[in-house]
């Protein structure tokens, strides 16, 4: 039986992406929760919860880019000119975090100190705001037109897509709040858990407000999960619900996780941020349930927008040999670096 390729490049790249929300999105939610520490040793400790992996996480992104330009060239020419301008502010917030991560510990003067820092937590919110507009105009459709982007250079902002940026940076804060629970101790420890109450409720209004809105923007989005505009189909809806069931679940979860009084009965520190993936996950899937099989919605299928077959299979080659590398790089460095964060610890100390 013959390998579905275009198929199977599209779970790669789907995973890809998974992995980078998850990994940077964690780091990016701790570089914006930095603007909230009470003083440079707090900044600094939750800075090091981060620094062994803050770059690698970073490679994922490299992964779905490239994936998309080698596996479905014709997307990725429709897709990159719709989102030039986004995806070049989400790079330079990107590059001018990264710098900023380095230089605001050798600054030596307050103001130039308070500079970097500000630098640190506004290229974090806005490379997970730039992300979210693009995810927001991808539910939303591209205009194509002969095989090519026929939509205007500002297509992508519209209050759907500020709705979804706007949730992405949420639930990157509920991220970095819970890993922020995972690492660190004490006053923060407790400070963590509560903004991770915060953005869990947050995080629950724009589950509820971008799942209804999706349903909105094209019908075959609505057939899908069994809405219309005259009745409900429960045939289709019920092999679905389990999906924002089980996100609905995650939350509830989390929710009580969190609002334990730390000590000996309570949940372990390693929960709150597994739930929060899988509160991620249950969304992530929903899209995918949504936009499937298109991968330029809602213009071409993975099928339409593929490569050759035989480009496609040595590519596979290759990606058999280096995605177990880095996954199995990822987990070393992470087991390595495993455990609660102290005061001065950081390469940088």
């Known amino acids: 039986m013959a390998l579905d390729l275009p198929l199977i490049w599209a779970f790669i790249l ?27 040793e707090e900044r600094n400790l939750m800075t090091a919860t981060i620094e062994p992996v803050w770059d690698g996480n970073e490679t994922w992104l490299i992964i779905g880019g490239g994936g998309l330009f080698a596996a479905f ?30 230089f605001r510990h050798k600054a030596v ?67 970095g709040a819970c890993w922020l629970v995972l690492k660190t101790e004490g006053d923060l420890y407790l400070r963590a858990r509560n ?3 915060i953005a869990l409720v947050g995080v629950a209004i724009c589950f509820l407000a971008v799942s209804l809105a999706t349903l909105s923007i094209d019908a075959s989005i609505g057939d899908r999960w069994g809405f219309s505009m005259a009745h409900i189909d429960f045939a289709r809806l ?10 609905m679940v995650l939350c509830a979860w989390l929710w009580r996780d969190l609002s334990m009084t730390p000590g000996q009965n309570a949940a372990p520190d390693w929960r709150p941020y597994l739930l929060a993936v899988g509160i ?16 330029v919605p809602f213009e071409y299928t993975v099928w ?18 280096m995605l177990p590398i880095i996954l199995v790089y990822t987990a070393f460095v992470y087991r390595l670096f495993w455990g609660k964060v102290k005061p ?4 940088h100390a």
């Open 109 to 175: 003067r307050p103001t130039t100190r308070k500079f970097w820092n500000g630098a640190f937590f506004g290229g974090s919110a806005t490379a997970a705001f730039a992300q979210g507009l693009m995810l927001g105009a991808m539910i939303q459709g591209i205009t194509v037109e002969g095989g090519a982007f026929a939509g205007g250079a500002f297509d992508w902002l519209t209050p759907f897509s500020v709705l979804v940026g706007v949730s992405v940076i949420i639930g990157y804060i509920l991220l």
């Open 14 to 40: 789907a995973v890809g992406v998974m992995m980078y929300v998850l990994l940077d999105g964690f780091d990016l939610g701790v570089g914006m929760l930095t603007n909230v520490a009470r003083s440079d």
């Open 304 to 321: 339409d927008a593929a490569a050759r077959d035989n480009a496609l299979g040595l590519l596979l080659v290759g990606a058999a040999i």
């Open 73 to 102: 060239p014709k997307a990725y020419a429709i897709i990159m000119p719709a989102f030039y301008l986004p995806v070049l502010i989400m790079l330079a917030a990107l590059i001018f975090r990264g710098v900023a991560f380095e």
């Open 238 to 247: 019920l092999p679905l619900a389990p999906v924002p069931v089980v996100g």
């Open 280 to 295: 991620f996950i249950s969304g992530y899937f929903g899209v995918g349930i949504s936009l499937y099989p298109y991968i």
């Open 344 to 347: 001065g610890d950081g390469y």
């Open 195 to 197: 903004w991770a109450r």
